[in-house]
């Protein structure tokens, strides 16, 4: 396995070789997190039962620990958590966990600013603030046991966000603190030090005016939230901006105005300027990003924020690198020369001259030289200083990785909050806050690209009687987006065809075909798969021509590839110069891969999924072990795209591929309890079924069409459905799809009452599957007919039934249908008064369920474990189970379930005096079963409800 480094400081995350690796259900995620907040520390048994179960531990906990401690070191590695006599520790290299690296940064800050290392300390602290993604362990519950841990990391944090912006100031970065500092108070507007250290920031930088604003706010701020004034160290500052004078401006400068609503960025412009400032030698920073990202936004507010770093002045120049005619260097080396005082008579004819004149005049000077929209690196080398302390900022669409030594900084869109934040500077801020939700429209069709946000902001602003819905409206298609977005001389459109325009014949085909395949990454293979080749080389293209945008890699190690929504808009605009043929063929392509994949995943599932399957696709795909090596893991990846292929393959008329891509995510829909995009995806493949004509897909999908009903309690529809699957697979002379479709059916009758027709349906499908020598399939019917029995209170039929179920389950290695065979069996045992051999069987049936992600089927499990405590004296833990497994299963829309425990809680209620939350439980359980026309049960829960009086 490759080397592992694991992340707390945020989401928790376990990486191998750079790829995320999967850790299971949330009860192995909550014991790995524990330890790594002690790397190589024992933590003690009791402690780590206490945080897995904080309300009540389960018998069975010490051994679930086991189970789940067994499942992290399959997944890590063997020796990654250590067995102690006590206890549990995880061995782990300090520089491969961001709490011991963060800790090491911190310390080493410190004592570099004490050394009087100013730039060094702040570079370690930009590394060790920069290790955070979020709150400690942001994704699993909170635990007591992690609060002394976390209440010191995030202090620690804070006073070093503090001793960065202190120490920014000082380094003659006042602008770039600033920025910083507002983002800072918008997360915490009471914190008196970032306040202070905002007023002298923009006082440093000449702001006076803004600075006394922002004592004037942060007074206000106080007082409005605690009642208090400012203390004296905020005081001190307002007293010191006040008597003080600005800094005086240097002798030459050339850039263009800072502008005024530049947002954002704080992280990409405290790099850049502490790049230009950090030493003596020549710096240079090369800035690249798509279209319309802010890249010459970013150089100028940068240049404007160290030019107390060169007194000796700032140059710009335009190199028009996306004209037709981009600037010659010898013609800029003029141009510098003469800005320089260097006479026109003594400026030599040749470049190298001129560039060997341009470097002995900078020798010893101090200048900054920004160099907007470059071309490619060879328009940049001629003018680049040799000596000295001066520094260079260059932009450009293309990568400039040529340019060695300098600083690379690839510029993506703006974050929610900043893009928000632009838009109300150019709209106007109240018209943002009064219409939040077509703010946000606006923003998400904009895609947050800078230049997108801007010219929607200024066409609001030019139109101040529309309310922001109007321009969301007109956004709202893609195919008008463009035509939208242009206000005056900008223009999305203009700006992307201008990097469009300069990309070669195979790289421009390629970005074509992308914009047809809808939203959402791809896998690198879906760019080969596109234009029928190896598509390395026009990726490569495409990304340096930031064109196309890597943004990170999957499960199976591939990287995956997305367009920006307006990029792709330009390329469906586009894909009419690809002949309708071709593009049919590049869309079959993909597909192809699609549904190759997705049933080689489909076959290689961890558990085993109770419907029909249709034989895979004879051709091959190179690299599909690999790539689904981990099935779930691979599906959880591709969740987003597969649905998009089923979709991409409807609207394609590409019907087969459609239906068959949603049969096979049934198995992992199911499994993860994704029913909404389940649904979805099988009424897209069953029109397309029905619109090619092919009867054994329409049966395929028709029965996990009428599961779906039965999880939905819409036993009608449910029974219909199965009915039509059986009599299309009796069409087509399947006896193993004619034999899952009688168990639907026999299921419904069995969830109805009707016990006898279920069994009659039952044995029938049980007999097709012996003669079909199908074991898995007949583990699950044996567990469907025990179930009956026991419905009927034939106690020694159903023990006879789900032993047989648990038996073949465990002889074929089925986890799932084991963990639900324990748990009908708990239920008999609880039948027959022996709770603790039921309580074994529960723990058992939930560690195996949690452990293969299955929720839905996990809650049902802690629904019996609550009733199995009110049954059986501990009302206590009753409660917690019981309300836990209503919520999830409330969320999965099974009604049944959540009358069932809604009677529950109020049987739970009742038994402990609490007369009025009894009485609403029951009323629920009552008005549930009602709707769903079971009389029996509601008659049981109206009279517990009379007994209440």
Same mark, same amino acid.
């Given at each position: 396995m490759p080397d592992l480094s694991y992340r707390v400081l945020g989401p928790l995350e376990v990486l191998a070789g750079g790829h995320m690796l999967p850790l299971g259900g949330r009860m192995?995620?909550?014991?790995?997190?524990?330890?790594?907040?002690?790397?190589?520390?024992?933590?003690?048994?009791?402690?780590?039962?206490?945080?897995?179960?904080?309300?009540?531990?389960?018998?069975?906990?010490?051994?679930?620990?086991?189970?789940? /401690?067994?499942?992290?070191?399959?997944?890590?590695?063997?020796?990654?958590?250590?067995?102690?006599?006590?206890?549990?520790?995880?061995? /782990?290299?300090?520089?491969?966990?961001?709490?011991?690296? %963060?800790?090491?940064?911190?310390?080493?800050?410190?004592?570099?600013?004490?050394?009087?290392?100013?730039?060094?300390?702040?570079?370690?602290?930009?590394?060790?603030?920069?290790?955070?993604?979020?709150?400690?362990?942001?994704?699993?519950?909170?635990?007591?046991?992690?609060?002394?841990?976390?209440?010191?990391? =995030?202090?620690?944090?804070?006073?070093?966000?503090?001793?960065?912006?202190?120490?920014?100031?000082?380094?003659?970065?006042?602008?770039? !603190?600033?920025?910083?500092?507002?983002?800072?108070?918008?997360?915490?507007?009471?914190?008196?030090?970032?306040?202070?250290?905002?007023?002298?920031?923009?006082?440093?930088?000449?702001?006076?005016?803004?600075?006394?604003?922002?004592?004037?706010?942060?007074?206000? /701020?106080?007082?409005?939230?605690?009642?208090?004034?400012?203390?004296?160290?905020?005081?001190?500052? %307002?007293?010191?901006?006040?008597?003080?004078?600005?800094?005086?401006?240097?002798?030459?400068?050339?850039?263009?105005?800072?502008?005024?609503?530049?947002?954002?960025?704080?992280?990409?412009?405290?790099?850049?300027?502490?790049?230009?400032?950090?030493?003596?030698?020549?710096?240079?920073?090369?800035?690249?990003?798509?279209?319309?990202?802010?890249?010459?936004a970013l150089a100028v507010h940068a240049g404007h924020a160290v030019r107390g770093s060169f007194p000796d002045g700032q140059l710009y120049v335009d190199m028009r690198g996306t004209t037709e005619a981009p600037r010659d260097p010898r013609e800029v080396l003029a141009e510098l020369l003469r800005a320089l005082g260097v006479s026109n008579v003594v400026i030599p004819d040749g470049v190298e001259a001129r560039a060997a004149l341009l470097r002995s005049r900078l020798a010893d000077a101090r200048m900054l030289l920004v160099l907007d929209d470059v071309a490619h690196a060879g328009q940049v080398r001629p003018l680049l200083p040799g000596a000295g302390a001066c520094a260079v900022v260059a932009t450009s669409r293309q990568r400039l990785p040529e340019l060695t030594g300098a600083l690379q900084v690839n510029v993506d869109v703006l974050t929610e909050q900043e893009a928000q934040e632009l838009f109300g500077r150019v709209a106007g801020r109240r018209r943002v806050v009064e219409q939040p939700e077509s703010a946000r429209e606006i923003l998400r069709a904009c895609g947050h690209l800078p230049l997108a946000v801007r010219i929607a902001g200024a066409k609001l602003a030019q139109r101040p009687g529309w309310s922001l819905s109007v321009l969301a409206d007109r956004l709202r298609l893609e195919r008008h987006r463009l035509d939208e977005l242009r206000a005056g001389d900008l223009a999305v459109r203009a700006s992307v065809e201008l990097s469009y325009r300069l990309l070669p014949p195979a790289a421009a085909r390629a970005f074509r075909l992308l914009g047809t395949l809808g939203p959402g990454p791809v896998p690198a293979w879906v760019v080969s798969a596109l234009i029928g080749s190896d598509s390395e080389d026009t990726v490569d293209v495409l990304v340096d021509a930031n064109l196309l945008q890597l943004v990170g890699m999957d499960v199976a190690g591939q990287a995956r590839y997305r367009l920006h929504d307006l990029l792709r808009c330009y390329g469906v605009e586009r894909a009419d110069e690809e002949g309708s043929l071709e593009r049919r063929a590049a869309t079959v392509r993909v597909l192809d891969g699609w549904l190759a994949l997705a049933a080689q995943a489909r076959d290689r599932m961890p558990v085993h999924f109770f419907g029909a399957s249709?034989?895979?696709?004879?051709?091959?795909?190179?690299?599909?072990?690999?790539?689904?090596?981990?099935?779930?893991?691979?599906?959880?990846?591709?969740?987003?795209?597969? /649905?998009?292929?089923?979709?991409?393959?409807?609207?394609?008329?590409?019907?087969?591929?459609?239906?068959?891509?949603?049969?096979?995510?049934?198995?992992?829909?199911?499994?993860?309890?994704?029913?909404?995009?389940?649904?979805?995806?099988?009424?897209?493949?069953?029109?397309?079924?029905?619109?090619?004509?092919?009867?054994?897909?329409?049966?395929?999908?028709?029965?996990?069409?009428?599961?779906?009903?039965?999880?939905?309690?819409?036993?009608?529809?449910?029974?219909?459905?199965?009915?039509?699957?059986?009599e299309l697979f009796v069409r087509a002379g399947d006896e193993a799809g004619e034999a899952l479709a009688l168990c639907g059916q026999g299921t419904v009758h069995r969830v109805k009452g009707r016990h006898h027709r279920a069994l009659r349906l039952y044995r029938r499908g049980l007999d097709a599957f012996t003669r079909g020598g199908d074991r898995a399939n007949q583990a699950v019917v044996s567990g469907s007919i025990g179930l009956v029995h026991l419905a009927l209170?034939?106690?020694?039929?159903?023990?006879?039934?789900? =032993?047989? !179920?648990?038996?073949?389950?465990?002889?074929?290695?089925?986890?799932?249908?084991?963990?639900?065979?324990?748990?009908?069996?708990a239920m008999l045992r609880q039948e027959w008064g022996r709770p603790d051999r039921a309580q074994v069987e529960l723990d058992r049936a939930l560690a195996l369920l949690e452990e293969l992600g299955d929720d839905a089927c996990a809650a049902y499990v802690r629904q019996s474990i609550g009733e199995l405590h009110l049954r059986f004296g501990d009302p206590r833990r009753a409660g917690a189970f019981l309300t836990d497994s209503l919520s999830v299963l409330q969320r999965m829309g099974d009604r049944r379930a959540e009358a069932t425990i809604a009677a529950l809680l109020g049987e739970w209620h009742d038994a402990a005096g609490r007369t009025r939350p009894a009485q609403e439980y029951l009323t629920r359980a009552l008005d549930t079963w009602r709707e769903l026309e079971a009389p029996g049960p509601a008659a049981a829960v109206a009279a517990r409800l009379r007994a209440l009086g």
């Amino acid at each position: 396995m490759p080397d592992l480094s694991y992340r707390v400081l945020g989401p928790l995350e376990v990486l191998a070789g750079g790829h995320m690796l999967p850790l299971g259900g949330r009860m192995p995620r909550i014991l790995l997190g524990t330890l790594l907040l002690q790397p190589g520390r024992v933590v003690s048994t009791d402690v780590l039962v206490d945080v897995l179960w904080p309300a009540e531990p389960p018998a069975s906990a010490v051994a679930n620990l086991r189970t789940y /401690v067994r499942g992290l070191r399959s997944r890590l590695s063997g020796d990654a958590i250590m067995t102690k006599p006590h206890g549990y520790a995880v061995r /782990v290299d300090p520089d491969a966990l961001d709490l011991t690296l %963060f800790e090491d940064r911190a310390a080493r800050a410190r004592q570099a600013w004490q050394g009087g290392d100013a730039a060094g300390a702040l570079r370690l602290l930009e590394e060790a603030i920069g290790l955070w993604r979020g709150r400690l362990l942001e994704d699993l519950p909170g635990s007591s046991a992690w609060e002394a841990v976390a209440s010191r990391l =995030t202090a620690q944090k804070t006073s070093l966000v503090e001793l960065a912006m202190e120490i920014r100031i000082g380094l003659g970065q006042p602008d770039v !603190a600033a920025a910083e500092l507002r983002g800072l108070l918008a997360a915490d507007p009471l914190h008196e030090g970032f306040w202070r250290r905002l007023m002298l920031a923009l006082h440093a930088s000449g702001r006076t005016a803004e600075a006394l604003r922002a004592y004037a706010d942060a007074r206000q /701020v106080l007082a409005d939230e605690l009642g208090v004034e400012p203390g004296p160290q905020l005081r001190a500052a %307002f007293d010191t901006v006040l008597g003080a004078t600005p800094p005086a401006a240097g002798p030459i400068c050339q850039l263009p105005l800072n502008p005024p609503d530049f947002t954002g960025r704080s992280a990409l412009v405290d790099s850049v300027v502490a790049h230009l400032t950090g030493g003596p030698q020549p710096a240079l920073v090369a800035i690249s990003g798509a279209p319309g990202v802010g890249k010459s936004a970013l150089a100028v507010h940068a240049g404007h924020a160290v030019r107390g770093s060169f007194p000796d002045g700032q140059l710009y120049v335009d190199m028009r690198g996306t004209t037709e005619a981009p600037r010659d260097p010898r013609e800029v080396l003029a141009e510098l020369l003469r800005a320089l005082g260097v006479s026109n008579v003594v400026i030599p004819d040749g470049v190298e001259a001129r560039a060997a004149l341009l470097r002995s005049r900078l020798a010893d000077a101090r200048m900054l030289l920004v160099l907007d929209d470059v071309a490619h690196a060879g328009q940049v080398r001629p003018l680049l200083p040799g000596a000295g302390a001066c520094a260079v900022v260059a932009t450009s669409r293309q990568r400039l990785p040529e340019l060695t030594g300098a600083l690379q900084v690839n510029v993506d869109v703006l974050t929610e909050q900043e893009a928000q934040e632009l838009f109300g500077r150019v709209a106007g801020r109240r018209r943002v806050v009064e219409q939040p939700e077509s703010a946000r429209e606006i923003l998400r069709a904009c895609g947050h690209l800078p230049l997108a946000v801007r010219i929607a902001g200024a066409k609001l602003a030019q139109r101040p009687g529309w309310s922001l819905s109007v321009l969301a409206d007109r956004l709202r298609l893609e195919r008008h987006r463009l035509d939208e977005l242009r206000a005056g001389d900008l223009a999305v459109r203009a700006s992307v065809e201008l990097s469009y325009r300069l990309l070669p014949p195979a790289a421009a085909r390629a970005f074509r075909l992308l914009g047809t395949l809808g939203p959402g990454p791809v896998p690198a293979w879906v760019v080969s798969a596109l234009i029928g080749s190896d598509s390395e080389d026009t990726v490569d293209v495409l990304v340096d021509a930031n064109l196309l945008q890597l943004v990170g890699m999957d499960v199976a190690g591939q990287a995956r590839y997305r367009l920006h929504d307006l990029l792709r808009c330009y390329g469906v605009e586009r894909a009419d110069e690809e002949g309708s043929l071709e593009r049919r063929a590049a869309t079959v392509r993909v597909l192809d891969g699609w549904l190759a994949l997705a049933a080689q995943a489909r076959d290689r599932m961890p558990v085993h999924f109770f419907g029909a399957s249709f034989a895979p696709p004879q051709a091959a795909f190179d690299g599909a072990e690999r790539l689904v090596a981990d099935p779930m893991a691979w599906f959880e990846a591709e969740r987003a795209a597969l /649905v998009s292929a089923v979709e991409l393959a409807s609207l394609s008329g590409l019907d087969g591929h459609a239906w068959r891509i949603a049969a096979a995510l049934a198995p992992f829909f199911d499994l993860r309890s994704h029913r909404d995009v389940w649904w979805r995806t099988h009424q897209i493949g069953l029109s397309c079924a029905r619109r090619v004509g092919d009867a054994h897909g329409e049966a395929i999908l028709l029965r996990d069409i009428g599961q779906l009903h039965l999880y939905h309690d819409r036993y009608d529809e449910a029974a219909a459905a199965f009915d039509a699957s059986r009599e299309l697979f009796v069409r087509a002379g399947d006896e193993a799809g004619e034999a899952l479709a009688l168990c639907g059916q026999g299921t419904v009758h069995r969830v109805k009452g009707r016990h006898h027709r279920a069994l009659r349906l039952y044995r029938r499908g049980l007999d097709a599957f012996t003669r079909g020598g199908d074991r898995a399939n007949q583990a699950v019917v044996s567990g469907s007919i025990g179930l009956v029995h026991l419905a009927l209170r034939r106690r020694d039929e159903a023990q006879r039934w789900l =032993t047989t !179920a648990y038996e073949m389950a465990v002889e074929i290695g089925d986890r799932h249908r084991e963990a639900n065979a324990l748990h009908h069996l708990a239920m008999l045992r609880q039948e027959w008064g022996r709770p603790d051999r039921a309580q074994v069987e529960l723990d058992r049936a939930l560690a195996l369920l949690e452990e293969l992600g299955d929720d839905a089927c996990a809650a049902y499990v802690r629904q019996s474990i609550g009733e199995l405590h009110l049954r059986f004296g501990d009302p206590r833990r009753a409660g917690a189970f019981l309300t836990d497994s209503l919520s999830v299963l409330q969320r999965m829309g099974d009604r049944r379930a959540e009358a069932t425990i809604a009677a529950l809680l109020g049987e739970w209620h009742d038994a402990a005096g609490r007369t009025r939350p009894a009485q609403e439980y029951l009323t629920r359980a009552l008005d549930t079963w009602r709707e769903l026309e079971a009389p029996g049960p509601a008659a049981a829960v109206a009279a517990r409800l009379r007994a209440l009086g």
